[in-house]
């Protein structure tokens, strides 16, 4: 029996097959596309719809994929989001081309290539004491303008029942953010030169980051299915930071920043967190998240779906899986099927698994090979699987 996509998504949600694997793309920073491949894909599939940005950020270069467009990718997620407030839309709309782009926390994205931006002004760059943090002009978190609309799309979408929900507000990871404030090198020195620093950094961070999560939870209500926070925790090989310094530090802060949204929420917790994070994937479950993502399988351990399933498909739903570092930019469509199939078959049997590729789809994707993804996921994603 056929399911629409918000059943077939809370199927998966719940450890349970539902008819077909559900597709995640285009709700969130770590699963929709950049300009290139979205105009090629357009293009491919003669589909006239406007370039739209997530967040309505262009600097983040992340597209906000049109409905048209979703429902030929046979997306089961629809999302809410919140924005930029508006004092800081109409200030960068006044800057010289190429002057940075500054957010509501005071970083600075900075043009590397042309369109192509990276956060790169720290505000406390040279701060050198935890006076210097609590005098810093924080985020306003209630200003209403961050949260124009989240209402009204979020109880349109419920209203029409079709999608599942995805809520993915943004800039508000506390780890992330610390380093955006104090800039990497620093910050990571701040850990054990100066830990107290760095643990008022952290507090503070935290802090914002929940105050402006409460008016966005309380503007979807019960209208959202999932809520996407995270923090990026690993690299290619490795954690950035030790094991026992994310115990230490940063982990009582994920696990009070996810009971306060679960306080309000009856939402699924979505973490997305790059990397080999293998070994923290006891520490997640334990602190709450309930859906990981993006699933890195050119990292690590990661590669290891057998292992990853057996050890945590009864606590985890995946969300991820199709390689952006190699399989999607350089595969050909036959090797991009191949590959949705490969992981198909080791992470979506019981249910527990939601396709989308690893992180953004860059400007390296063919438009082919996004199509080959989808198209080779409802072939090989129908259940009984295999």
């Given at each position: 029996m056929s399911l629409t996509p918000r059943e077939r998504v809370l199927a998966a949600l719940h450890h349970e097959e539902p008819d077909r694997v559900p597709i995640v793309i285009g709700v969130s920073n770590a699963t929709s596309m950049r300009l290139k491949p979205y105009q090629g894909l357009k293009r491919l599939l003669g589909i006239e719809a406007p370039d739209e940005y997530l967040y309505d950020w262009p600097e983040l270069g992340t597209i906000r994929v049109d409905e048209e467009t979703l429902r030929r990718l046979h997306v089961d997620v629809r999302g809410v989001w919140d924005r930029h407030p508006d004092w800081v839309v109409e200030r960068n709309a006044q800057r010289k081309p190429g002057d940075p782009f500054f957010d509501a926390?005071?970083?600075?994205?900075?043009?590397?290539?042309?369109?192509?931006?990276?956060?790169?002004?720290?505000?406390?760059?040279?701060?050198?004491?935890?006076?210097?943090?609590?005098?810093?002009?924080?985020?306003?978190?209630?200003?209403?303008?961050?949260?124009?609309g989240v209402r009204e799309r979020a109880e349109a979408l419920a209203r029409?029942?079709?999608?599942?929900?995805?809520?993915?507000?943004?800039?508000?990871?506390?780890?992330?953010?610390?380093?955006?404030?104090?800039?990497?090198?620093?910050?990571?020195?701040?850990?054990?030169?100066?830990?107290?620093?760095?643990?008022?950094?952290?507090?503070?961070?935290?802090d914002v980051c929940k105050a402006m999560m409460a008016p966005f939870l309380e503007a979807l209500g019960e209208n959202v299915d999932i809520v996407k926070i995270g923090d990026d925790l690993g690299t290619q090989t490795s954690l950035l930071i030790s094991p026992r310094m994310y115990r230490r530090y940063l982990k009582p802060l994920h696990a009070e920043y996810i009971a306060f949204i679960k306080e309000r929420t009856p939402a699924k917790i979505c973490f997305h967190t790059d990397g080999d994070v293998f070994p923290l994937l006891d520490d997640l479950v334990e602190i709450g998240v309930d859906i990981l993502n993006p699933i890195q399988t050119s990292a690590g351990r990661m590669a290891n779906l057998d292992e990853l399933k057996k050890r945590y498909g009864q606590h985890l739903v995946f969300c991820g899986g199709i390689d952006t570092h190699r399989v999607l930019p350089y595969?050909?469509?036959?090797d991009v099927r191949a590959e949705v199939r490969r992981v198909i078959e080791q992470l979506?049997?019981?249910?527990?698994?939601?396709?989308?590729?690893?992180?953004?789809?860059?400007?390296?994707?063919?438009?082919e090979n996004i199509l080959a993804m989808v198209d080779a996921a409802l072939e090989y994603g129908r259940y009984p699987i295999g």
């Open positions: 926390w005071g970083i600075g994205q900075v043009e590397l290539t042309p369109g192509t931006w990276f956060p790169h002004i720290h505000p406390l760059a040279d701060a050198t004491s935890i006076e210097d943090i609590e005098a810093y002009p924080w985020p306003d978190p209630n200003d209403p303008s961050r949260i124009r029409e029942g079709t999608y599942a929900i995805m809520a993915t507000p943004w800039l508000l990871f506390p780890f992330e953010r610390a380093i955006a404030m104090r800039g990497m090198e620093r910050f990571f020195m701040d850990l054990v030169e100066n830990p107290e620093f760095a643990q008022a950094l952290l507090r503070k961070t935290t595969g050909t469509p036959e979506a049997p019981g249910g527990g698994y939601m396709l989308a590729a690893v992180h953004t789809i860059m400007d390296d994707v063919p438009p």
